[in-house]
């Protein structure tokens, strides 16, 4: 059995619901967990380490701009030789934004690409790196109902959606002979978080009947897929609730 207290965390976009559900969850199995969010809402990801901490985990928040080469790449050489051997690296930043199309601007395109396919792979290939010297790790990439399919108003986000599902797809060709588990997440649906509670309060409603995704739920998903023996890995896969039209 291994044992996980001996290895690191990385969860990249963890925000108040799915991505701290997933840092709380492998923090619960004894990873040390470090949470990170851009720079200006690193209060956030310390007060969840500090939960975290207070449970008897062990969590260290930081303040990283995913986009930026530099600041990922001194990210992860700090977490492999100040905190521990990274093993999971998961990316989670959202960027789900909507721009008819002649509102569109160059800035908007590039910026929600930058956000939701370059920094993807910026994280994709530092955790590479690392887990290759062990031959072991997972390297998990959250997705969307926009990774295949394009809606009206979502031409930006769509299209580096679809990005980061071909990144994906490609790491996991090239590193899985190495023992390197990557996979892709296609979360297709309402996830309950304050902002489908104050802006689609009848589909929050579904709540009580199961209707919208649970964070919880979610990530018990992500950490089935990471135990997974090797002989039976899953490189993609949609969670929806049951009740979801698809």
Request: aromatic share 12%; charged share 25%.
């Amino acid at each position: 059995m291994k044992d996980f207290s001996k290895y690191s965390a990385i969860i990249i976009g963890a925000g108040d619901a799915t991505g701290a559900a997933i840092t709380r969850k492998f923090a619960s199995h004894g990873y040390k967990v470090c949470p990170a969010r851009r720079p200006r809402n690193i209060d956030k990801v310390e007060e969840l380490s500090e939960d975290i901490i207070k449970s008897g985990g062990w969590s260290k928040g930081y303040g990283v701009d995913a986009r930026d080469e530099e600041s990922i790449q001194s990210f992860f050489k700090e977490v492999e030789e100040e905190v521990a051997p990274i093993d999971v690296v998961v990316f989670n930043p959202g960027a789900n934004v909507y721009f008819p199309i002649e509102e569109t601007t160059s800035r908007v395109f590039k910026k929600v690409w930058e956000m939701a396919a370059f920094a993807g792979f910026l994280t994709g290939r530092e955790a590479a790196k690392y887990m290759r010297k062990r031959s072991s790790g997972s390297i998990f990439f959250t997705g969307a109902t926009a990774s295949l399919r394009g809606g009206s108003g979502f031409a930006a986000f769509s299209s580096a959606k679809f990005a980061l599902r071909s990144v994906s797809q490609s790491m996991a060709r090239e590193l899985g002979p190495e023992g390197i588990h990557v996979a892709h997440f296609i979360i297709d649906g309402a996830i309950d978080t304050a902002f489908i509670k104050e802006n689609f309060p009848d589909t929050y409603a579904l709540k009580d009947k199961d209707g919208i995704l649970k964070p919880d739920a979610i990530a018990d998903t992500y950490w089935n897929v990471h135990t997974q023996d090797r002989s039976a890995w899953t490189h993609e896969l949609d969670l929806r609730p049951y009740m979801e039209k698809f």
